[in-house]
């Protein structure tokens, strides 16, 4: 497919956007990640369980462009959802499928109703999807690459610091990428991936105050999760 129609293809996703863009807080979590900005608490859910340290930590460096703390979540779903194409297109072509088809995939899940939704708003989906998806093309990549290694490495860390979770999403190609490599490129990239999610929700345990408070909220929570929603 020639380059200059997939181009064109990725600036009309990233475009449309724009449009999803909500005016007000749709929904509780949105209150609780824009009460995490004022007090971070996880204790008090703000914001629930367990924390998106990474996410948080984002939103205030976008504070410092935005007039608001829902803009600075807004802001980042906006660009994470011009970026949902590209990354899905980039897996898809790790993966081994055809041009044409890369982009259909693309397209097809930039257009889900809940990802075009939710990238207007100032949930951590879209963000934690696309950190994620990026995080598994370059540990794909860095089967042959150590640069590329330790860059989805260190995107794997962060997407973990959003959603602990994201962990599954890079658990088999950075299985891949790890027997290709050799052992000080293992080592050093698993005390990268130690110390960045360790410093996140680290940081985040501190914020709150004790790590058993911590702790007892988050199984609280997980148990509420289990069971009830």
Not at 168 to 176: A, K, M, S, T, Y
Not at 192 to 210: D, E, I, K, N, R
């Amino acid at each position: 497919m020639d380059m200059g129609i997939k181009g064109r293809k990725a600036i009309v996703c990233a475009a449309s956007r724009f449009a999803a863009r909500a005016r007000s807080l749709w929904d509780w979590d949105e209150a609780l990640f824009c009460l995490g900005m004022v007090e971070y608490d996880v204790t008090n859910h703000h914001p629930h369980p367990p924390g998106f340290p990474v996410y948080i930590a984002m939103a205030k460096l976008a504070r410092l462009f935005t007039g608001d703390d829902f803009g600075a979540f807004q802001s980042l779903n906006l660009l994470a959802g011009m970026l949902v194409l590209p990354a899905v297109y980039l897996l898809a072509r790790e993966l081994g499928l055809r041009s044409e088809t890369a982009v259909v995939a693309g397209g097809l899940f930039a257009f889900f109703p809940n990802v075009w939704f939710f990238g207007g708003t100032a949930f951590s989906d879209v963000p934690s999807i696309v950190i994620a998806v990026f995080a598994a093309v370059f540990l794909f990549r860095g089967a042959e690459s150590r640069r590329e290694y330790f860059i989805g490495t260190l995107l794997l860390a962060l997407a973990i610091g959003i959603r602990p979770q994201n962990f599954l999403v890079g658990l088999f190609p950075g299985i891949i990428a790890t027997l290709r490599r050799p052992l000080r490129d293992v080592l050093a990239a698993l005390v990268v991936g130690v110390f960045v999610s360790g410093l996140a929700f680290g940081a985040a345990v501190h914020a709150t105050g004790t790590l058993d408070a911590f702790m007892t909220t988050v199984r609280g929570h997980s148990e509420y999760i289990a069971r009830v929603d």
